[in-house]
């Protein structure tokens, strides 16, 4: 499972990448788990399956979909809580939902 978190400078989210790869390797799941910039997506787009959007970037969720939507690529805002929280296992489980979905 190939999974991208937005933010706006790709900084944001490097301990929660962190937490969700950690979170991965627990489960046993082959993951590959990139933070990056919002300017960046377009030219990371191949074999992704999942791109979670920042909280506090969530205005830029119209442009991010109108992106990876047409590649069949599955999109959701963090969950604000788990965000703040750094919860890498309830952001990855929310990942996975979304590309089960």
Same mark, same amino acid.
Request: proline share 3%; with cysteine.
């Given at each position: 499972?190939?999974?991208?978190?937005?933010?706006?400078?790709?900084?944001?989210?490097?301990?929660?990448?962190?937490?969700?790869?950690?979170?991965?390797?627990?489960?046993?799941?082959?993951?590959?788990?990139?933070?990056?910039?919002?300017?960046?997506?377009?030219?990371?787009?191949?074999?992704?399956?999942?791109?979670?959007?920042?909280?506090?970037?969530?205005?830029?969720?119209?442009? *991010?979909?109108?992106?990876?939507?047409?590649?069949?690529?599955?999109?959701?805002? *963090?969950?604000?809580?788990?965000?703040?929280?750094?919860?890498?296992?309830?952001?990855?489980?929310?990942? *996975?939902?979304?590309?089960?979905?």
């Amino acid at each position: 499972m190939n999974i991208a978190l937005v933010c706006s400078a790709g900084m944001s989210t490097s301990m929660l990448v962190k937490k969700m790869r950690e979170a991965a390797e627990t489960r046993g799941m082959d993951a590959t788990i990139d933070a990056y910039p919002e300017s960046q997506l377009k030219s990371s787009l191949d074999e992704l399956d999942v791109v979670l959007i920042g909280p506090q970037v969530r205005f830029l969720e119209k442009n *991010i979909r109108a992106l990876v939507e047409p590649k069949g690529i599955k999109v959701d805002i *963090i969950d604000s809580m788990a965000y703040g929280m750094i919860q890498g296992d309830k952001v990855l489980e929310q990942a *996975i939902q979304l590309k089960n979905a």
